[in-house]
C-alpha cells in the first residue's frame, strides 16, 4: 500500500509569483484535504476534494485554488504569493464515513 | 466555531515516566478525534482515531480516551522513551467527509535519556 506522497519537497518563490504544489493520495483514497501549518502552530484547513469536486473550504483567499485528478491526485496552486504564505503544505487523504486522515510529508515554501 | 486547546504547551520528562496530554474541544458535536506525531519539519503520523460513540482507544505504550460531553480527550503514554520526543497534535472532525477538522496548537514533548 503506498502512502501518500507529496512533492516538491522544498520550494522557494518571491513575493507575488505563482506556485503549484503536488500530492498523491493513499491507494484508494478518494478525499483529499490540504492545510497549512505556519511555525509553532497547528495546521489550518484549507480546502478539500472530494471525487473532483471542491468539497469545503477554509477561511483562505481565492488565491488559494486546487485540483483534483481522476486517479485522486491533487495540486494546490497559490497566486499572487504573500510573505505571509511561507509555511509547510500538507496534504491528506481519507475515505468518507471512516475519516482517518492519512498525512504527506508536506512542502516546505520559502516566500522572499 | 470549534477550538481546540492543548494542554501543555510544553513538556520535558525524564526516561520511563508515565505521562498525560490532555486536548480540549469547545463544540462536543464532533464526528471523531484523532491524535498525531510531527517530528520537527516533517509530516503528521496518525496515532490513535477515535469515533464519537468510542471512549477509548489503545496501540501499544499509547492509549487515548474521548470523554465527548465535557470535550476532552487524554493521551497517555506508558514508560516513555526518548524516541517519543516530538510535537503531539489533537485534532476534531466535525463531519464523516472531513471537511471542518481542526487542530490544537500541538505539545512539544522532550523525553530526556
Known amino acids: 500500500e503506498t502512502g501518500v506522497t507529496q512533492s516538491p519537497t522544498h520550494l522557494i518563490k518571491t513575493r507575488g509569483q505563482q506556485v503549484t504544489l503536488r500530492c498523491s493520495s493513499q491507494?484508494?483514497?478518494?478525499?483529499v484535504s490540504w492545510y497549512q501549518q505556519a511555525l509553532g502552530q497547528g495546521p489550518q484547513f484549507i480546502f478539500q476534494?472530494?471525487?473532483?469536486?471542491?468539497?469545503g473550504r477554509g477561511n483562505f483567499p481565492p488565491r488559494f485554488s486546487g485540483l483534483q485528478f481522476p486517479n485522486y491526485s491533487s495540486e494546490l496552486n497559490v497566486n499572487a504569493l504573500e510573505l505571509d504564505d511561507s509555511a509547510l503544505y500538507l496534504c491528506?487523504?481519507?475515505?468518507?464515513?471512516?475519516?482517518?486522515?492519512?498525512f504527506g510529508p508536506g512542502t516546505r515554501l520559502t516566500v522572499t | 466555531k470549534q477550538e481546540v486547546t492543548q494542554i501543555p504547551a510544553a513538556l520535558s520528562v525524564p526516561e520511563g515516566e508515565n505521562l498525560v496530554l490532555n486536548c480540549s474541544f469547545t463544540d462536543s458535536a464532533i464526528y471523531n478525534l484523532q491524535w498525531f506525531r510531527q517530528d520537527p519539519g516533517k509530516g503528521l503520523t496518525s496515532l490513535l482515531l477515535i469515533q464519537s460513540s468510542q471512549r477509548e482507544q489503545t496501540s501499544g505504550r499509547l492509549n487515548a480516551s474521548l470523554d465527548k460531553s465535557s470535550g476532552r480527550s487524554t493521551l497517555y503514554i506508558a514508560a516513555s522513551q526518548p524516541g517519543d520526543s516530538a510535537t503531539y497534535l489533537c485534532a476534531v472532525s466535525m463531519d464523516n467527509y472531513g471537511q471542518n477538522f481542526v487542530f490544537g496548537p500541538g505539545t512539544r514533548l522532550s523525553v530526556l535519556p
Open positions: 491528506a487523504s481519507s475515505l468518507p464515513v471512516i475519516n482517518e486522515q492519512y
Open positions: 491507494s484508494g483514497h478518494n478525499t
Open positions: 476534494y472530494y471525487r473532483e469536486e471542491e468539497n
